[in-house]
């Protein structure tokens, strides 16, 4: 097996194999920072595993940025609704590793639960103007689960930079706020979205859709398109307008069984609004059940795409 531990690792053996090494606990990813990191510059990805090509161009990004690179492992218990299964996540992490290693990827962060979480905690971070946004009011409790998760990689892992998709748009602004608001060091860097050829978002939730469901299941990327393009520059479009033309794509598609909502949001702080213009840009996102399966997807209107893209 290629994986080495770095419990038994010196600085000198790891810049000559330069392998994927698989980091268990918080005290060794401090002593890796002390040993080899230093004062090299340390891109990083917060991922739950089950990766696909749309993590890995995320470590190719941070891969040309950075002098090194993390990826972090961890199915985030306190970002799952009762409703959801936690236990039924996809968990792959020899695959996974493999997929890193040939991404050229030099640390996975791969804690246990225990590790992360101990039993006598007293704080976490509140984002609390999340939960009235539309992806928090479906999901109570997951932006003070992601907020949480994130602050503690970042303190562990202490990255220069780190990478997230716009898949997670509301993460991502949400991650960028936190950053600003506890004047956090790391840059929050933000890249596009990965498709399938038919539009759908690549996510580790596909492997759920039957044959059926996933021919079906680019009505999504569709009907946010519809809603983008019902914009049009030098314009005022109301909201109901945008929201309109996402339904009625949505409708025309017996696979979807219920959509959690529609959101046209700005883009710095995810708040409603009732009126959009290319020039001061917002965010479409949707979320839908396509039989039982959950999928989101979102598109970036106007200006909101330079201003979250970098
Ligand atoms: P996850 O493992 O689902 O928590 O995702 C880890 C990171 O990968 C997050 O920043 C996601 O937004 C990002 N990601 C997931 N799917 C995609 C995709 N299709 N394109 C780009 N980034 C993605």
């Known amino acids: 097996m290629f994986l080495v531990n770095v419990n038994r690792l010196v600085c000198g053996a790891f810049q000559s194999t330069r392998r994927l090494h698989v980091i268990r606990t918080v005290q060794e990813m401090r002593n890796i920072h002390k040993e080899i990191i230093k004062s090299s510059s340390l891109g990083f990805i917060p991922t739950m595993g089950a990766l696909h090509s749309g993590h890995i161009m995320l470590m190719d990004r941070a891969k040309k940025e950075n002098e090194y690179v993390a990826a972090s492992i961890f199915v985030n218990p306190t970002q799952f609704s009762a409703g959801e299964d936690l236990d039924k996540y996809p968990r792959q992490f020899e695959a996974d590793c493999a997929r890193l290693q040939e991404a050229?990827?030099?640390?996975?962060?791969?804690?246990?639960?225990?590790?992360?979480?101990?039993?006598?905690?007293?704080?976490?971070?509140?984002?609390f103007a999340f939960k009235s946004i539309m992806e928090g009011k479906a999901r109570p409790e997951f932006f003070r689960g992601v907020a949480t998760i994130v602050c503690k990689l970042f303190n562990i892992v202490d990255p220069t930079k780190s990478y997230f998709g716009q898949k997670d748009i509301s993460q991502c602004i949400l991650i960028r706020k936190m950053v600003e608001d506890l004047n956090m060091k790391v840059s929050v860097v933000v890249c596009e979205t990965m498709r399938e050829p038919d539009g759908l978002a690549l996510s580790s939730r596909n492997a759920y859709l039957s044959e059926l469901e996933r021919k079906q299941s680019c009505i999504l990327y569709k009907a946010l398109e519809a809603g983008k393009n019902a914009c049009r520059r030098g314009e005022l479009t109301d909201r109901n307008h945008i929201v309109k033309a996402v339904e009625d794509v949505l409708q025309t598609c017996s696979?979807?069984?219920?959509?959690?909502?529609?959101?046209?949001?700005?883009?710095?702080?995810?708040?409603?609004?009732?009126?959009?213009?290319?020039?001061?840009?917002?965010?479409?996102?949707?979320?839908?059940?396509?039989?039982?399966?959950?999928?989101?997807?979102?598109?970036?209107?106007?200006?909101?795409?330079?201003?979250?893209?970098?």
Do not use: Q
């Open 104 to 127: 050229k990827v030099d640390f996975v962060f791969a804690p246990t639960r225990e590790e992360m979480y101990k039993n006598n905690a007293l704080c976490h971070v509140e984002p």
């Open 255 to 310: 696979f979807v069984n219920r959509i959690e909502y529609i959101s046209v949001a700005s883009h710095t702080h995810m708040i409603e609004v009732d009126t959009v213009t290319l020039e001061t840009g917002a965010v479409l996102s949707a979320a839908i059940r396509l039989g039982n399966v959950r999928l989101i997807d979102n598109l970036l209107i106007g200006n909101a795409e330079a201003d979250i893209l970098n």
